[in-house]
């Protein structure tokens, strides 16, 4: 449903990008320590995602009452 990336994030702390996430997209990955990599999401099939959100909370919704 969804193609992600990994890659290493950084959000700026200062200036005019303060809040901003930056990530290096470059095809060399950077190899320094993996799992501080993060999963960013490039794809994702629009139709399978509605039809699965909408049975997720249609089932929820006899739990509800």
Known sequence: MV???KRRVR?????KAKGKS????R???DEKSPKTHDH???ELDVEH???DF???FLSQE???Q
């Open 54 to 56: 909408t049975e997720v």
């Open 49 to 51: 995602f509605v039809i």
């Open 62 to 64: 006899d739990g509800l």
């Open 40 to 42: 960013i999401a490039m």
């Open 27 to 29: 095809p060399k990955l």
């Open 22 to 25: 930056i990530a290096d997209f």
């Open 11 to 15: 959000i700026e702390q200062f200036g």
């Open 3 to 5: 193609k992600y990336v």
